[in-house]
């Protein structure tokens, strides 16, 4: 029933419905198993830092760590399903199980963005409002956190209970939103999950960062002591980690923000299928970057993971080398630690 679903009959469609040649599917399924070992590894050892130091255990490393989770979420779950379904042709997991794979990408991806969102609040109120900053308690980063699985979760089901609805893409192998049927309903879903989960979280992040960067360059002309510029080059190094991961969660999401607006007020029958596959392939890839940016745009995190490799205790590695989110008590930071 699935492959009768694939779209509209094309000359470039092979025996089982798909757009693409088997070896196509095959060269999809070997990037889905590469990319989909060094996530989970990758995520893994992102998890396994915060557990093997305690220290690292804080209100705002849980931002960090439920990231990890997400990705973790997608690349043992979304990327084997699809990499299963390319060698074999087409997609091979049934009706529930397309409704399953394309809920929980969305749910992942939305709780992303969502935790995204929090890590810019929480590096404005940290550097730009440090006396709202300290207020902020565990069961406040836990109420934002909630909030943005909560937000995944309930715009991943709305397709399962029929506001737009989850099927095979052209492809065949992948499930994703049914933007081949654009009807008023995928239309209206479309248009309110781009507004609330990309436009709005882009710009409380836009606004977040802008002040936070006007405080470090007004920070950069004053006469500080050396802790309190030690302070700030810690919070630097945090936001910068910060801005790398939205700008790449950028990239990643907006083929496919894309190819729903094309599919809203164009012709869906006009999409190219290379586009099609592109896309999701595209929103998958976030799994992995994001401890590459840990390491590469933290040198503390850095720090942490070559600790780890060499089997250092927290008790033999000092704290405030290894903290990626180093938050201290002083009136420049919050004081969660």
């Known amino acids: 029933m699935l492959r009768n679903n694939l779209g509209n009959s094309s000359d470039s469609k092979n025996e089982d419905g798909s757009v693409f040649s088997q070896t196509e599917h095959n060269i999809v399924a070997t990037y889905l198993i590469m990319a989909g070992m060094i996530s989970i590894l990758s995520n893994i050892i992102v998890l396994g830092i915060f557990i093997k130091y305690k220290e690292l255990r804080t209100p705002t490393n849980a931002i960090i760590i439920n990231l990890a989770v997400t990705d973790i979420g997608v690349s043992s779950i979304g990327y084997p399903m699809s990499a299963a379904s390319d060698l074999y042709g087409s997609w091979k997991f049934g009706y529930a199980g397309c409704q399953v794979y394309a809920g929980l990408n969305i749910f992942f991806g939305m709780a992303s963005i969502g935790l995204l ?136 999401w907006s083929p496919y923000s894309i190819v729903c607006l094309w599919a809203s007020f164009g012709d869906p029958k006009k999409i190219p299928s290379p586009m099609a ?36 205790t927290h008790q033999t590695m000092p704290v405030t080398s290894i903290l990626p989110m180093d938050v201290s008590q002083n009136p420049l930071a919050s004081g969660r630690i």
Not at 180 to 193: A, C, E, G, L, P
Not at 280 to 309: D, E, G, H, Q, W
């Open 117 to 252: 969102t929090v890590v810019a609040v929480d590096r404005y109120l940290t550097i730009c409002l440090p006396d709202i900053g300290r207020r902020m308690t565990t069961n406040t980063y836990i109420g934002m956190i909630l909030g943005a699985w909560i937000n995944g979760l309930f715009w991943a089901l709305m397709p399962i209970i029929g506001w737009a609805s989850y099927a095979p893409d052209p492809t065949g192998a992948t499930c994703t939103i049914n933007w081949r049927k654009n009807d008023r309903s995928f239309v209206s879903y479309t248009m309110t999950v781009i507004a609330i989960n990309f436009i709005v979280p882009l710009t409380v992040m836009f606004y977040c960062y802008y002040h936070v960067t006007l405080s470090i360059k007004h920070h950069a002309t004053s006469d500080c002591t050396e802790s309190l510029n030690r302070e700030w080059s810690d919070q630097i190094d945090v936001t910068k980690m910060s801005v790398i991961m939205i700008c790449m969660f950028l990239v990643a």
């Open 277 to 312: 596959i592109i896309a999701p392939l595209f929103a998958k890839s976030s799994t992995f970057y994001n401890p590459c940016i840990y390491v590469v745009a933290n040198k503390k995190f850095r720090r942490a993971m070559l600790a780890m490799f060499k089997c250092q």
